[in-house]
C-alpha cells in the first residue's frame, strides 16, 4: 500500500492541502519575528527575549488549546484562535515595520500571539485518524506523510523569508505569516472531513469509556523530550564543531543531512508494515538516535559529522511519529487532539532545553564528550519505554498489537509541531 492511498480518502487531498498552508506560517514566523524585532529595536537581546516569551506561550498552553478543540470541534475552536493569532501578528508586523518600537510592547503582543497559536499539527492529525479510521496501514503512513511535510515546512519556511526580506522590511514576513495561518485555517475547518467533528460536551466521557485523557501518554512524552532534548544539543553541537574548524558555513550542510536523513526514515517507516506494535516499536527508535548520536562524538571531520547526523535523522521522524501514534492510541477520539498537543509540547520543550544545555556543556567538557552526553536523553526514553511496554503487556496479556486493536476499533488501542 502506498502513500497515494492515503491521498485517494475521500476529502485527504483538499483537507492535508489547507492544513499545510496554514502551518507553512509557522515555518516563516519565528525568523521574520526575529529579524523584524531585531531591525526595530536596534538589540538582540530584546529580539532574544520577544522569541523566548512567544515561544513559551505558544508551546506549554499548546495541551490547553488542544483541550478547547476536542471539547467544542475544530471548527468552533479554531476559527477564534486562528483570528486574534492573526490580528496579533499583524499588529506586530505594524509596530515593528518602522524603528523604534517599544520591547516591552513587543513582549506582551509576543506572549499574546503565543498564547493564541492554534494546534494545527495536533488537529491534523486527528484529522487523519477519522479520515481513515479501520483502515490497515493507512494511520501509520497518514502520520508519516504528515511528519515528513512538517520536516519540509520548517525548512522551507525560513528560505521562504529569505527571499522575502530582499525584497520587503522584514515585517512583511510576520504580516505574510498571518495571511497564510488566517486563510490556510479558514480552508481547512471548510472541509466536509473537518465540518464533521463537533468535539464533546463539557463532562461527556462517553466516547472514552471514562478514560482519562493523559493515562498512558508517559511512553510517548518521554520519548517526545528525549528526541527533543538530543536535537536541540545537537544544534548548537554542530555549530561549536564546525566553528573549532573555522568552517561555521559547513553548519548548514550538517542540519540539511540531518533534515534529509528524517524525510527519508518517516517515508520508510510508514511505508513498512510493522508486525510490532507503536509502543514496542518506539524504544528501539529513541536508542538508534542515541547510537547516532554516540557515533557522532568520534567524528574526525565534518564531512563524518554530517554522515552522523543524517544516520541520526534516520530514527527523528519514525521516533516522532511513533510517538503520536502511540499517543493516539491511548487517548481515544474524545482526547485524540490533547495526546498529540503533549507530545508536540514534550518536543519543542526539550529542544529549548537541549540547546540551553549544550551551551553550558560546550564551555565546560570536551566537544566529543558533549555528543555523548547528548546521546544520554534518548537512551533514557529507551528504557523507560522497554519498561512501559513490557508493564503494558503484563496488564493487558490478551491484548494484541495496538495497531492491530484499531482496526475493529478505533478508540482502543494498549497505548503529537509545528508544527504546533
Given at each position: 500500500?502506498?502513500?497515494?492511498?492515503?491521498l485517494?480518502?475521500?476529502h485527504?487531498?483538499?483537507?492535508?492541502?489547507?492544513?499545510?498552508l496554514?502551518r507553512l506560517?509557522?515555518?516563516?514566523?519565528?525568523?521574520?519575528l526575529?529579524?523584524?524585532?531585531?531591525s526595530a529595536?536596534?538589540?538582540y537581546?530584546?529580539?532574544g527575549t520577544?522569541?523566548?516569551?512567544?515561544g513559551?506561550?505558544s508551546?506549554?498552553?499548546?495541551?490547553?488549546?488542544?483541550?478547547?478543540?476536542?471539547?467544542?470541534?475544530p471548527?468552533?475552536?479554531?476559527l477564534p484562535?486562528t483570528?486574534a493569532?492573526?490580528?496579533?501578528?499583524?499588529?506586530?508586523a505594524?509596530?515593528?515595520?518602522?524603528?523604534g518600537?517599544?520591547g516591552?510592547?513587543?513582549?506582551?503582543?509576543?506572549?499574546?500571539?503565543?498564547a493564541?497559536?492554534?494546534p494545527l499539527?495536533?488537529?491534523?492529525?486527528?484529522?487523519?485518524?477519522?479520515?481513515?479510521g479501520?483502515?490497515?496501514g493507512?494511520?501509520?503512513?497518514a502520520?508519516?506523510?504528515?511528519?515528513?511535510?512538517e520536516?519540509?515546512?520548517f525548512?522551507s519556511?525560513?528560505?521562504?523569508?529569505?527571499?522575502?526580506?530582499?525584497?520587503?522590511?522584514?515585517a512583511?514576513g510576520?504580516?505574510l505569516?498571518?495571511?497564510?495561518?488566517?486563510?490556510?485555517?479558514?480552508?481547512?475547518?471548510a472541509?466536509p472531513?473537518?465540518r464533521?467533528?463537533?468535539?464533546?460536551?463539557?463532562?461527556d466521557r462517553?466516547?472514552t469509556?471514562?478514560?482519562s485523557?493523559v493515562r498512558?501518554?508517559?511512553?510517548?512524552v518521554?520519548?517526545?523530550?528525549?528526541?527533543?532534548?538530543?536535537?536541540?544539543?545537537l544544534?548548537?553541537?554542530v555549530?561549536a564543531?564546525?566553528?573549532a574548524?573555522?568552517?561555521?558555513?559547513?553548519?548548514?550542510?550538517?542540519l540539511a543531512a540531518?533534515?534529509a536523513?528524517?524525510?527519508v526514515?518517516?517515508?520508510?517507516?510508514?511505508a513498512?508494515?510493522w508486525?510490532?506494535?507503536?509502543?514496542a516499536?518506539?524504544?528501539?527508535?529513541?536508542?538508534?538516535?542515541?547510537a547516532?548520536?554516540g557515533?557522532a562524538?568520534f567524528?574526525?571531520?565534518?564531512?563524518?559529522?554530517?554522515?552522523?547526523a543524517?544516520?541520526?535523522g534516520l530514527f527523528?521522524?519514525?521516533?516522532?511519529?511513533?510517538?503520536y501514534?502511540?499517543?493516539?492510541?491511548?487517548a481515544?477520539?474524545?482526547?485524540?487532539?490533547?495526546?498529540?498537543a503533549?507530545?508536540?509540547?514534550?518536543?519543542?520543550?526539550?529542544l529549548?532545553?537541549?540547546t540551553?544545555?549544550?551551551?553550558?556543556l560546550v564551555?565546560r567538557?570536551p566537544?566529543a564528550?558533549?555528543?555523548?552526553?547528548?546521546?544520554a536523553p534518548p537512551v533514557?526514553?529507551?528504557?523507560?519505554?522497554v519498561?512501559?511496554?513490557?508493564?503494558?503487556?503484563?496488564?493487558?496479556?490478551?491484548?494484541g498489537?495496538p495497531?492491530?486493536?484499531?482496526?475493529s476499533?478505533?478508540?482502543?488501542?494498549?497505548?503529537?509541531?509545528?508544527?504546533?
Amino acid at each position: 500500500m502506498s502513500y497515494a492511498a492515503v491521498l485517494r480518502v475521500p476529502h485527504a487531498r483538499r483537507t492535508f492541502g489547507a492544513a499545510l498552508l496554514a502551518r507553512l506560517s509557522y515555518g516563516t514566523v519565528s525568523l521574520s519575528l526575529m529579524l523584524a524585532v531585531t531591525s526595530a529595536t536596534g538589540s538582540y537581546a530584546v529580539a532574544g527575549t520577544v522569541m523566548a516569551l512567544f515561544g513559551a506561550a505558544s508551546v506549554f498552553l499548546s495541551p490547553l488549546r488542544a483541550l478547547y478543540v476536542d471539547r467544542y470541534g475544530p471548527r468552533r475552536a479554531l476559527l477564534p484562535m486562528t483570528g486574534a493569532y492573526a490580528v496579533l501578528l499583524g499588529v506586530l508586523a505594524a509596530v515593528t515595520w518602522r524603528p523604534g518600537a517599544s520591547g516591552a510592547l513587543l513582549g506582551a503582543l509576543a506572549v499574546a500571539a503565543g498564547a493564541c497559536t492554534p494546534p494545527l499539527g495536533p488537529t491534523m492529525r486527528t484529522v487523519w485518524s477519522e479520515l481513515v479510521g479501520t483502515r490497515e496501514g493507512l494511520v501509520q503512513r497518514a502520520y508519516s506523510l504528515d511528519g515528513v511535510a512538517e520536516e519540509l515546512l520548517f525548512v522551507s519556511g525560513p528560505l521562504l523569508v529569505g527571499v522575502v526580506v530582499q525584497f520587503a522590511p522584514a515585517a512583511f514576513g510576520v504580516a505574510l505569516s498571518a495571511v497564510l495561518v488566517a486563510v490556510g485555517t479558514a480552508a481547512f475547518v471548510a472541509s466536509p472531513a473537518v465540518r464533521g467533528l463537533t468535539g464533546r460536551a463539557p463532562g461527556d466521557r462517553r466516547r472514552t469509556g471514562g478514560a482519562s485523557p493523559v493515562r498512558g501518554l508517559a511512553q510517548p512524552v518521554v520519548a517526545a523530550v528525549g528526541v527533543g532534548l538530543a536535537l536541540g544539543a545537537l544544534d548548537l553541537l554542530v555549530l561549536a564543531f564546525a566553528d573549532a574548524r573555522q568552517h561555521a558555513d559547513a553548519v548548514a550542510w550538517v542540519l540539511a543531512a540531518l533534515s534529509a536523513g528524517s524525510a527519508v526514515g518517516g517515508l520508510v517507516n510508514g511505508a513498512v508494515t510493522w508486525s510490532a506494535p507503536a509502543r514496542a516499536r518506539l524504544p528501539f527508535l529513541a536508542a538508534g538516535l542515541a547510537a547516532a548520536l554516540g557515533a557522532a562524538a568520534f567524528a574526525p571531520g565534518l564531512l563524518t559529522l554530517g554522515a552522523a547526523a543524517a544516520c541520526a535523522g534516520l530514527f527523528v521522524a519514525p521516533a516522532l511519529t511513533t510517538a503520536y501514534l502511540v499517543a493516539d492510541e491511548t487517548a481515544g477520539p474524545a482526547f485524540r487532539t490533547q495526546a498529540g498537543a503533549w507530545v508536540n509540547t514534550a518536543v519543542n520543550a526539550g529542544l529549548s532545553a537541549g540547546t540551553a544545555g549544550a551551551g553550558l556543556l560546550v564551555a565546560r567538557l570536551p566537544l566529543a564528550l558533549c555528543f555523548a552526553v547528548a546521546a544520554a536523553p534518548p537512551v533514557v526514553a529507551a528504557v523507560w519505554g522497554v519498561r512501559g511496554a513490557r508493564t503494558t503487556r503484563e496488564a493487558a496479556p490478551g491484548d494484541g498489537a495496538p495497531d492491530a486493536a484499531r482496526e475493529s476499533d478505533p478508540a482502543v488501542g494498549s497505548t503529537s509541531s509545528d508544527g504546533r
